[in-house]
Antibody, heavy 120, light 109 residues
Framework: EVQLVESGGGLIQPGGSLRLSCAAS????????MSWVRQAPGKGLEWVSV???????YYADSVKGRFTISRDNSKNTLYLQMNSLRAEDTAVYYC??????????????WGQGTLVTVSS | SYVLTQPPSVSVAPGKTARITCGGN??????VHWYQQKPGQAPVLVIY???DRPSGIPERFSGSNSGNTATLTISRVEAGDEADYYC????????????FGGGTKLTVL
């Protein structure tokens, strides 16, 4: 059974750093494309970052240069290092497993999410 | 970037059919995916590749896509279908490539 379990969220001051983790089971993270998607309170879904099986990474403009996506193959875990956090980064962060076939991509499994609150 | 437009809300009586639209420029040329999100829960994929259903999703959920509009149809609506629904596409010419619609709140009267 595929499972994704996020952790690492919490209350952080503006300008601070936080690292989110997403522990996967039932499949191999390194063989799949994995993304982080966030949802601000009362708002819709916003794609944040992706890491492909080959290791390529991409980011939304809103987080480029501040966030870093990575994975630990030995732990089968996805990470999101978030630096220089801003109030507008406040959101529930979901990790999601992507399916990419012939240039069509969607997400077939999602974690339960972890809340990040940036506030002084 | 590519824009997907959804109505903020749709209301339907139990047992009736709900239709949630997702508008985009020539969206019929893209593959559209739909997610259901109940309050306090993670999104769940309910339709992929316009009209395919993942295992475990009831046949009451169906999708179509043509021209500038994709549609998620829920037949014989139940109280448990009340949720937010999001459409999503992957567009190679958009930045970011993954695009979500703004979401539609389905209310079961």
């Amino acid at each position: 059974e595929v499972q994704l379990v996020e952790s690492g969220g919490g209350l952080i001051q503006p300008g601070g750093s936080l690292r989110l983790s997403c522990a996967a089971s039932g499949f191999t993270v390194s063989s799949n494309y994995m993304s982080w998607v966030r949802q601000a309170p009362g708002k819709g879904l916003e794609w944040v970052s992706v890491i492909y099986s080959g290791g390529s990474t991409y980011y939304a403009d809103s987080v480029k240069g501040r966030f870093t996506i990575s994975r630990d193959n030995s732990k089968n875990t996805l990470y999101l290092q978030m630096n220089s956090l801003r109030a507008e980064d406040t959101a529930v962060y979901y990790c999601a497993r992507g399916v990419a076939v012939a240039g069509i991509e969607y997400f077939d499994y999602w974690g339960q999410g972890t809340l990040v609150t940036v506030s002084s | 970037s590519y824009v997907l437009t959804q109505p903020p809300s749709v209301s339907v009586a139990p047992g009736k059919t709900a239709r949630i639209t997702c508008g985009g420029n020539n969206i019929g040329s893209k593959s559209v995916h739909w997610y259901q999100q109940k309050p306090g829960q993670a999104p769940v994929l309910v339709i992929y590749y316009d009209s395919d259903r993942p295992s475990g999703i009831p046949e009451r959920f169906s999708g179509s896509n043509s021209g500038n509009t994709a549609t998620l149809t829920i037949s014989r609506v139940e109280a448990g279908d009340e949720a937010d629904y999001y459409c999503q596409v992957w567009d190679s010419s958009s930045d970011p490539h993954v695009v979500f619609g703004g979401g539609t709140k389905l209310t079961v009267l």
